[in-house]
C-alpha cells in the first residue's frame, strides 16, 4: 500500500487533528513510500526496532513515539540519532498517535479496557481538545469490592499495582484512564464514579484518594496500554490485508 493511503487511512481513522497532544500523532518518520509489513508497540525503543527488523517490516506504529515529545528538540544525535539511522537504513517508516489511541471509541485503550471489564460506557471525560481521552461505564449489576478486584484480575494478568479503596463497597460506575490518567480523579468523582482505573500514580494520589473517600487502581502505566496498538494491528491486518503484528516488550511501570 502507498505510505500516503496508509496515512490517510490511519488519520481517518484515529482522527489526530481533534486531539490536544504533546507528541507528534501521526508519521514521525518516513523511511519507505509503501507499507507492506507492519510493526506495533506500546514505545519507541531499541528493541521494537529490532523486531521489526527481524519481521521485515516497513513500518512502526507505537503509542509513545519516545524522541517525538514536544519537550524533547529532537536533534539526530546521540541514542536518538542512531535509531533514525536505523529506521532509515532498514526503510522503516514511524508512526506514534497517543492520546488518539486512548479515546478511541472502538480501538482505544480506555473503551477496550471497559469492554474488557464488562461495562457499559455511559460518558466521556477527561477532554482534550474536541474529544474526551477518557471513559466512564457501568456495570449491569454493582460489584463488591472483592468482586472488583476479581474482575480486574482477569484483565490484567500481572495484577493490579497499587490498590487504594478508601470508598464505596458497592461499586456500580467506574471511570478509566490508562497510563498516567489520575489526573481526572476529581472530574471522576463529580461525575459519579464509585472507582478510578488507571495505569501509574504520583506520590500525592494515596493521599488524595484517601482523604476523598474513593476508590482508585493503578495496574501499570504500559500495562494498561497494550490494548489499543494491539487492537490497531489486528484492523490493519481485516480491514487493509497488511499483515501487521503486535509486538509486547513489557515494561513493569
Sequence with gaps: MELKLFSAWLNDLLCPQDFRD??????????????????????????????AIEEHADCIIVHHPNGFWKSEDRVLVGKFGERMRRLMQNGISLYGFHLPLDGHMEIGNNALIAKALGLNIVDGFMREGERFVGWIGEFDQPLSKVGFAAKLGEVFPHGVQTSLMYGNDSIKKVAICSGSGASGMDEAIALGADAFVTGEIKESVPIAVEEAGFNLVSCGHHRTEIFGVRALAQKINDELGISATFVDIDNPI
Design 22 to 51: 504533546y507528541c507528534t500523532d501521526g508519521l514521525c518518520v518516513e523511511a519507505n513510500d509503501k507499507v507492506t509489513r507492519v510493526v506495533t508497540g506500546v514505545s519507541f525503543r531499541d528493541r521494537l526496532i529490532d523486531r
